[in-house]
């Protein structure tokens, strides 16, 4: 059976001796795992179209529950990322949290659309770095059902308005908000980290706005070394596990906002 589809690559792995084992985040059909045959080869046709994070049109063969790459067509392989080391590094690890957090056969539409967003802002330069990283982080979470109560304090129901100028504390672990005079002390240290409030602001705008406005805000720096800290934090800690792509970025690509 002959699937057609657009999708994302997330993972590129060389494989025998020109051929590449491809994971793709599609429309139609969610993660798939796709073995790209002669790929590797110069001068192949799929060359272009099978690099990590390109957006391609792709024809798949379906047998036995395994896939195979018959043609691609690139629709977008977003020249302004790979010409950025920092851009393309940050992009690199937000594929890899894409890779382990979506289910092969089942449909990820807004995260796929996630996704190129990302590609294409971080390609364009419009926008901070570690701005979209923050603001991937967090909607992805909101995504997956981990959207983090912020409107009121989980310990007394006073409601925030996003504006306010005491220092509000997150807790990393249950995704709750609480104002400073119902902090509780005893959380183990790692558990919480207090909030600017330009950075809480910041995520009331990231889980509430639009798929096409996630970084139509601007912050200082130390509101920005806030929001990045919580919201890389906070991913990490729903996901369960690190990434060694982000150990990559921090290593070599990451600068200040």
């Known amino acids: 059976m002959h699937i057609q589809t657009a999708g994302l690559i997330l993972r590129e792995t060389a494989y025998r001796d020109c051929d590449k084992m491809l994971t793709i985040l599609t429309r139609e059909e969610g993660k798939l795992s796709v073995c ?20 391609a049109d792709f024809k798949v063969f379906s047998l036995n529950g395994r896939y195979s790459l018959d043609d691609a067509e690139t629709l977008d392989l977003f020249f302004g990322l790979r010409r950025n080391f920092t851009a393309f590094s940050l992009a690199s690890y937000c594929a890899e949290m894409m ?17 190129i967003w990302l590609c294409g802002l971080l390609g364009s330069g419009k926008r901070p770095p570690a701005l979209v990283k923050a603001a991937f ?35 990393l672990t249950q995704g709750e908000v609480c104002c400073e005079r119902c902090f509780d002390a005893s959380i183990p240290r790692g558990e919480a980290v207090g909030l600017s409030a330009g950075a809480y602001a910041a995520m009331r705008h990231i889980v509430g ?11 200082d720096a130390y509101d920005a070394r806030i ?31």
Do not use: W
């Open 36 to 55: 790209a045959r002669g790929a590797r080869r110069r001068g192949s046709a799929l060359l272009a179209s099978t690099q990590l994070l390109a957006y």
């Open 209 to 219: 706005c639009g798929p096409n406005r996630l970084c139509a805000f601007t912050l």
């Open 137 to 171: 982080e967090l909607r992805l979470m909101a995504l997956l059902g981990f959207e983090p109560h912020l409107d009121f304090c989980a310990a007394c129901g006073a409601v925030f308005d996003g504006g306010a100028a005491e220092v509000n504390y997150f807790h």
């Open 227 to 257: 929001l990045g800290e919580v919201c890389e934090r906070y991913a990490l800690s729903q996901i369960g596990r690190g990434f060694d792509s982000l150990i990559y970025y921090k290593d070599n690509g990451e600068h200040d906002v």
């Open 99 to 115: 890779d382990a957090v979506c289910v092969e056969g089942v449909r990820h539409d807004d995260i796929l659309r996630l996704g």
